[in-house]
């Protein structure tokens, strides 16, 4: 009996999951770039830049966040193949060994 159990629907889930949040994240993005945008536009003096800087600040943030949440995403994907791989060869070993 394995001492290790791996549900890799759950690894799969875990991963689309992830990819979801980091699209969401995205968008949020492009929303916040847009409405910095329209407020650099139209609204000047030293109230302005301090905002900007908030939002500048805030989207870096936010693409580390992005870049923390794809390497997640990548090692969940990895895991989920080698596991499988791991898997299929250990059933292979079985079967040829009677």
Same mark, same amino acid.
């Given at each position: 009996?394995?001492?290790?159990?791996?549900?890799?629907?759950?690894?799969?889930?875990?991963?689309?999951?992830?990819?979801?949040?980091?699209?969401?994240?995205?968008?949020?993005?492009?929303?916040?770039?847009?409405?910095?945008?329209?407020?650099?536009?139209?609204?000047?003096?030293?109230?302005?830049?301090?905002?900007?800087?908030?939002?500048?600040?805030?989207?870096?943030? #936010?693409?580390?966040?992005? !870049? *923390?949440?794809?390497?997640?995403?990548?090692? $969940?994907?990895? @895991? #989920?193949?080698?596991?499988? !791989? *791991?898997?299929?060869?250990?059933?292979?070993? $079985?079967?040829? @060994?009677?």
């Amino acid at each position: 009996m394995a001492l290790i159990k791996i549900n890799d629907t759950a690894l799969i889930e875990s991963s689309v999951t992830i990819g979801e949040k980091i699209n969401q994240l995205n968008d949020m993005k492009s929303r916040l770039n847009s409405i910095a945008a329209a407020i650099s536009d139209s609204w000047q003096g030293t109230s302005s830049a301090a905002y900007a800087n908030v939002l500048h600040d805030f989207d870096i943030r #936010t693409s580390e966040m992005m !870049e *923390i949440l794809e390497a997640f995403k990548e090692y $969940i994907e990895k @895991s #989920t193949t080698d596991f499988k !791989e *791991i898997d299929r060869k250990s059933a292979n070993r $079985i079967r040829n @060994s009677f």
